[in-house]
């Protein structure tokens, strides 16, 4: 990710399409522990504090990458693509509200059937939670734009919803070279605990987001 957390090799990404409204918001959520092994040494070491990184440049520094990777498969990126992309790097603590709200993207459809309010012919009206106000708002759209956004939330062929990298990566040795007791073990343990976690979170039904 950066230089100065070089030995964070643990990053259990999500990848999610989807947003509150169904309106095409392509995004990554990252979740990174705040532990990993070390490269060199291949001890367990541990994040102090609550800082990771400066996410003003992580911003820039990714924005670059994507477009270059774009060019070289020779693939135009749109000339209205904005100078300033959007990260938001917070502590979430344990992680398990971050888990159980990626878990509502993950393990769901995009729309829940009780959400969808009247249909006709033509049109389709919906309900959707909106995260700033706490309130349900509805919205209605034509009949073949409701469809097209749903198909957008399609994932293409070959894209997967999550990846798992670093430690935590299914073809990862490195956790076998550590200690399963003490530090390394707690922290690997905790590490592969947070994964069923994760598999497991059923969204509750009252929360449409």
């Not at 102090?48 to 820039?60: D, V």
């Not at 938001?88 to 059937?113: F, N, P, Q, S």
């Not at 293409?156 to 073809?171: A, E, V």
Request: charged residues 20%.
């Amino acid at each position: 990710m950066t230089q100065s957390s070089a030995a964070m090799l643990d990053l259990p990404p999500s990848y999610t399409p989807t947003h509150e409204n169904l309106d095409y918001h392509p995004h990554i959520h990252v979740i990174v522990p705040a532990a990993s092994i070390n490269r060199i040494t291949l001890l367990w070491r541990v994040k102090s504090g609550k800082y990771l990184f400066n996410h003003t440049a992580l911003a820039q520094v990714f924005r670059a990458k994507v477009l270059h990777g774009l060019r070289q498969e020779n693939l135009c990126p749109p000339h209205n693509n904005p100078q300033q992309w959007v990260v938001d790097c917070k502590h979430v603590g344990t992680g398990e509200k971050a888990l159980a709200y990626l878990g509502r993207y993950l393990y769901r459809g995009v729309i829940r059937e009780q959400d969808i309010l009247h249909y006709t012919d033509a049109t389709v009206t919906y309900r959707y939670f909106h995260a700033k106000t706490k309130k349900y708002r509805t919205k209605t759209v034509a009949g073949e734009q409701f469809l097209a956004l749903l198909m957008r939330h399609v994932l293409p062929k070959g894209f997967r919803r999550t990846r798992d990298y670093g430690f935590l990566h299914p073809c990862s040795k490195k956790a076998d070279q550590v200690s399963p007791t003490g530090a390394a073990g707690a922290g690997l343990q905790a590490a592969a605990d947070s994964q069923k976690t994760a598999a497991n979170i059923v969204p509750p039904a009252a929360e449409p987001r």
